[in-house]
């Protein structure tokens, strides 16, 4: 397993940006991905990026976040722009050795690695 710990969430208002970090620590991982959980939701994948670089984003969030990784730093980011209040919930970055084609990346069920989260709370 890879220690995970997330950054830069925060209150922001809508239509507004954020970027989220994610540092790993010593380990290999085919897949990084950030995943969010609302209140009374259940979590679920929003972007994931290979090692080589392949991301693979959620519909929902296709277009406004971007996910990036610099390899040199083991930290992956999230960069989140146009904020809408449905995006408000705990973030978390995760981390994964299996090899996995790009839709099954957005799946929780094959991440053996999380961190704590990070709040990310979008309202006026």
């Known amino acids: 397993q890879v220690q995970l710990q997330e950054s830069g969430g925060g209150l922001v208002q809508p239509g507004g940006s954020l970027r989220l970090s994610c540092a790993a620590g010593?380990?290999?991982?085919?897949?990084m991905g950030w995943f969010r959980q609302g209140p009374g939701k259940e979590r679920e994948g929003v972007a994931a990026?290979?090692?080589?670089?392949?991301?693979t984003y959620a519909t929902s969030t296709e277009g406004r976040f971007t996910i990036s990784q610099d390899l040199a730093k083991n930290t992956m980011y999230l960069q989140m722009n146009s904020l809408k209040p449905t995006d408000t919930a705990m973030y978390y970055c995760a981390a994964t050795a299996r090899a996995l084609d790009p839709p099954l990346a957005l799946s929780t069920i094959y991440y053996n690695s999380w961190g704590q989260g990070t709040q990310v709370t979008v309202s006026s």
């Open positions: 010593r380990g290999t991982s085919s897949w």
């Open positions: 990026i290979r090692s080589d670089g392949v991301p």
